[in-house]
């Protein structure tokens, strides 16, 4: 995978959850197969061998059943949150949702769920994806994520995505409700456009789009927008968001405030880890009331930096859409005499875009990311290997993320609205030493710099996310009638698979240094370390 998210380490077996639990039991038939049986463990305290923490887990590898109380402790932490966990009492019916019956809803089949036994298109709670598909036999192979000091084989499995036969809400009561939150990312509009399509198939008629995130629930000058079909159908075929973005927001009180006073019962969050994180409040608060809404999360990551997921929707397009920028700039250093070529990529925590599009192009002649250190200065530094590379080759193209290197800046206490450090610019940076540096040393350099950011973002999906934002945006819509809430859904290991949210927003998806694909990025660019 490239990366350091897919390792799950033990929490303990004594977890403070956000999970919401209302009058659940263990004798609910739903989950009958699923509870696993807990024993007093006695751990001894072993160091994580997550490179993504510096934190120790509690675990003795010595126990003879290690295995069991890591995969009951696993299986606990991954149950989804269901509204039965609150409303016991909440009673299922037959999924409205087959692709058999075409025919129009009408007034007729309101109240009306026929059970079509006879489609094999739902899937059953018990279904589950495996979260890793490698058997690592020593702690030392390349990417290696183990759980303990042998890397044993534990086996970890997620809940699977898709129709279930039961739903819990009847669509004539839905009142859904999609918010688009942070910034532009490619896709937008197909998830919005596949949810809605997905809820009318079900038979929900009231739909409406919260203008500009979280904002919208609170802004008396922003009114909701009425969703529909005929709406929607063609929003896909440009870039943007039909419903707009902005980072920040109101409180959970307020946002959970007005869920009620509009009546709303399914809400759909598209956004990154701090949009999870509110939308996970926002299903926490809903518990503590005891409101019937379902809360679920759609990934909408340009960096593709959240936890164990294959990738986030736009990421592909974003890669794709690099190649531009890296050509431009590769034909601008190849073009004039001593050319460097600087692109500044997104990428504030994770170096995911780089990496690939660094890989894709085969232009690159240093790739920099957030997860691995270098110097610019320095006889094993950047400078002095563009030094080499224009001596030798005559030009050269860098390609960096935006939040590498920020160790070399000068550090800011500003924030933007979502509480994000606000970076320096570490392109216009390398940009300046660059000059600076072959000016110093009597070299003539002619140093060009390229930030395509906002042209990425603001791109039509390309056909390969398009196909994820369909399937992604269906299987919010079926977990939210299956009764789910405070959940997520992704790829894993080319599967769709549903997720608590907090365990994939604990903190940002990295790539790992001693992954393969960075290896084979390394190979690629032919670059040293820099350090």
């Not at 890296?326 to 990529?345: C, P, Q, T």
């Not at 509480?419 to 320096?424: A, E, I, K, L, P």
């Amino acid at each position: 995978m490239g990366t350091i998210s897919h390792l799950i380490t033990l929490h303990g077996l004594t977890t403070t959850s956000t999970r919401c639990s209302y009058g659940f039991s263990h004798s609910n038939p739903r989950f009958k197969t699923l509870v696993p049986t807990r024993v007093a463990p006695v751990f001894a305290k072993v160091k994580s061998q997550s490179a993504t923490s510096n934190s120790t887990t509690t675990i003795d590898f010595s126990d003879p059943d290690w295995k069991t109380k890591f995969k009951d402790d696993f299986e606990d932490r991954f149950r989804l949150p269901h509204i039965t966990d609150f409303f016991p009492e909440a009673a299922s019916m037959p999924s409205t949702f087959c692709l058999k019956m075409r025919t129009p809803r009408t007034s007729d089949f309101l109240g009306n769920y026929p059970l079509d036994g006879d489609w094999h298109g739902y899937i059953n709670d018990n279904d589950r994806v495996l979260l890793k598909t490698i058997y690592y036999s020593s702690p030392t192979s390349a990417g290696a994520e183990c759980i303990d000091p042998g890397c044993n084989w534990v086996e970890q499995w997620v809940h699977r995505a898709g129709p279930r036969e039961k739903i819990y809400f009847k669509p004539e009561e839905v009142k859904a409700a999609i918010v688009t939150c942070g910034g532009l990312c490619p896709g937008l509009n197909d998830v919005i456009r596949q949810i809605v399509i997905t809820l009318e198939i079900y038979g929900a008629t009231k739909i409406v789009g919260i203008p500009f995130g979280y904002r919208g629930f609170s802004d008396k000058e922003l009114t909701e927008v009425p969703l529909s079909r005929k709406v929607v159908q063609n929003i896909h075929l440009s870039g943007g968001s039909l419903l707009g973005v902005s980072r920040g927001g109101r409180g959970v009180s307020e946002i959970v405030d007005s869920l009620q006073e509009r009546g709303i019962n399914m809400l759909f969050v598209l956004g990154g880890n701090g949009t999870h994180a509110g939308a996970n409040a926002i299903h926490n608060e809903c518990c503590k009331r005891r409101l019937k809404v379902s809360v679920i999360g759609v990934p909408k990551t340009i960096d593709n930096d959240i936890l164990l997921m294959d990738k986030t929707f736009g990421f592909d397009t974003a890669v794709e859409e690099a190649q531009r920028a890296i050509n431009s700039a590769y034909i601008e250093a190849h073009s004039a005499y001593h050319g460097i070529g600087i692109v500044k990529l997104m990428g504030r925590d994770s170096g995911f875009i780089a990496m690939h599009a660094s890989l894709a192009s085969g232009q690159i002649d240093i790739c920099l990311i957030p997860e691995v250190p270098f110097n610019l200065h320095g006889p094993r530094g950047v400078l002095s290997h563009l030094k080499y590379l224009i001596e030798t080759k005559g030009s050269a193209v860098v390609c960096v993320a935006e939040g590498a290197g920020q160790n070399l800046l000068q550090k800011t206490n500003a924030t933007d609205a979502s509480g994000n450090t606000v970076f320096r610019d570490i392109g216009v940076y390398t940009q300046q030493e660059t000059k600076k540096y072959f000016k110093e040393i009597g070299v003539h350099a002619d140093v060009k710099y390229i930030d395509p950011t906002y042209m990425i973002r603001a791109c039509r999906a390309n056909a390969s996310d398009g196909i994820l934002c369909t399937v992604l945006g269906q299987n919010a819509v079926h977990g939210a009638f299956a009764g789910y809430s405070g959940i997520t859904v992704g790829t894993c290991n080319t599967h769709y698979a549903y997720f608590p949210i907090p365990e994939v927003i604990s903190h940002p998806r990295l790539v790992d240094s001693n992954s393969r694909m960075w290896h084979r990025c390394l190979t690629s660019t032919g670059q040293p370390d820099f350090i």
